[in-house]
Nanobody
Framework: QVQLVESGGGLVQAGGSLRLTCAASGRPFKPYTVGWFRQAPGQERLIVAAINWGGTGTYYADSVKGRFTISRDDAKNTVYLQMDSLKPEDTAVYSC??????????????????WGRGTQVTVSS
C-alpha cells in the first residue's frame, strides 16, 4: 500500500504561484508514475500533469502547459507541482495519484491505484 498526502494549497491572487507537494509513505515511490488531478465543483476530475517513474517523461494538460511544472524527488518520496501564472479557472481540489502500471501520457485515461485526499486551491480574480 502507498499512502499519499497533499499539501501546499491555499488562496492566491490571479497571476500568483503555489507549489503543491505530494508525500508518499508505505513503499518507495520510485517505481510509480505519479499524477496530479483536479476537480472543480460540478465538474469532472481531470488530469493536470504526470511524471513517469525516474522522471523519464512528463505529461501536461493543454490548459496548464507553460505555467505548471511537475517534478519528483524520489529520495524524499515526494512529487511537486509548481503552479505559476495562476488563473481563476485553476480553482479546484487538487489530488495526487500513483500507479506502477501506466505511463504519464496514459494516466489520464486510467484510474490510478492510489490517491491522496486532495488540497484546495483557490485563485481570486
Amino acid at each position: 500500500q502507498v499512502q499519499l498526502v497533499e499539501s501546499g494549497g491555499g488562496l492566491v491572487q490571479a497571476g500568483g504561484s503555489l507549489r503543491l507537494t505530494c508525500a508518499a509513505s508505505g513503499r518507495p515511490f520510485k517505481p510509480y508514475t505519479v499524477g496530479w488531478f483536479r476537480q472543480a465543483p460540478g465538474q469532472e476530475r481531470l488530469i493536470v500533469a504526470a511524471i513517469n517513474w525516474g522522471g523519464t517523461g512528463t505529461y501536461y494538460a493543454d490548459s496548464v502547459k507553460g505555467r505548471f511544472t511537475i517534478s519528483r524527488d524520489d529520495a524524499k518520496n515526494t512529487v511537486y507541482l509548481q503552479m505559476d501564472s495562476l488563473k481563476p479557472e485553476d480553482t479546484a481540489v487538487y489530488s495526487c495519484a500513483a500507479d506502477q502500471h501506466v505511463t504519464a501520457r496514459a494516466m489520464g485515461f486510467s484510474t490510478p491505484d492510489y490517491w491522496g485526499r486532495g488540497t484546495q486551491v483557490t485563485v481570486s480574480s
